[in-house]
């Protein structure tokens, strides 16, 4: 079945510095695929999505390129922020079924220092 | 509209009870879908609504899970004597389904934990 693979946390860095959070792929179908956001204490929310191959997602500094050949939406920000820190999922939704639900891949935790 | 609302946030019980987690979603919103996230993990897919049919259940439903939409409009999801195996945050989350392009807004959750 689909499945979304991400890199293992926590990633810690300091303020300024570039984050990458590898996120990779594995669908039957033509899927959508996401970024999430968890800060402490709060619910999911949408941080950028694409919904096709070389699509890139944008907000709030973060960009995620959607890469078919590597089947991959690795997540990057160039200069991270102390109020960055948080949980970050990637997730795919198969466009094809139309069922509009998401496979998540297991999150990675970001602490961002001053 | 102050978005998906779950209640309660969160729930102690002691293993063998009833539990029902209630969900309101955003109000024009068509779809509803319940996840479950352990600790370390990311949500796992439960169960989904469009309006108030029921359409698809995940294997992790069992058949101590129940949920249901009424009206399409707010949903609950019932588990029959709980397990501490059930212990897991509840999220809730509801989209626009329009064409192929949804967004789902999600819930702050309900914490079970199952003593």
């Known amino acids: 079945g689909d499945s979304v693979t991400q890199m293992e946390g926590p990633v810690t860095l300091s303020e300024e510095a570039f984050l990458t959070i590898n996120c990779t792929y594995t669908a039957t179908g033509y899927p959508s695929l996401f970024w999430y956001v968890q800060y402490p204490g709060e619910g999911l929310q949408l941080l950028l999505k694409?919904?096709?191959?070389?699509d890139k997602g944008s907000n709030k500094g973060f960009e995620a390129t959607y890469r078919k050949e590597t089947t991959s939406f690795h997540l990057e920000k160039g200069s991270v922020q102390v109020s960055d820190s948080a949980v970050y999922f990637c997730?795919?939704?198969?466009?094809?079924?139309?069922?509009?639900?998401?496979?998540f891949g297991q999150g990675t935790t970001l602490q961002v220092k001053p | 509209d102050t978005g998906v609302s779950q209640n309660p946030r969160h729930k102690i019980t002691k293993r063998g009870q009833n539990v029902t987690f209630r969900c309101d979603p955003i109000s024009e919103h068509n779809r509803l879908y319940w996840y479950r996230q352990t600790l370390g993990q990311g949500p796992e897919f439960l169960t989904y609504f469009q309006n108030e049919a029921q359409l698809e259940k995940s294997r992790l439903l069992s058949d101590r899970f129940s949920a249901e939409r009424p009206k399409g409009s707010f949903s609950t999801l019932e588990i029959q004597r709980t397990e501490q195996g059930d212990s897991a945050m509840y999220l809730c989350a509801s989209s626009l389904q329009t064409g192929g392009n949804t967004e789902a807004f999600f819930g702050q959750g309900t914490r079970l934990t199952v003593v």
């Open positions: 694409a919904t096709k191959a070389d």
């Open positions: 997730a795919l939704s198969d466009r094809s079924g139309n069922t509009g639900k998401l496979i």
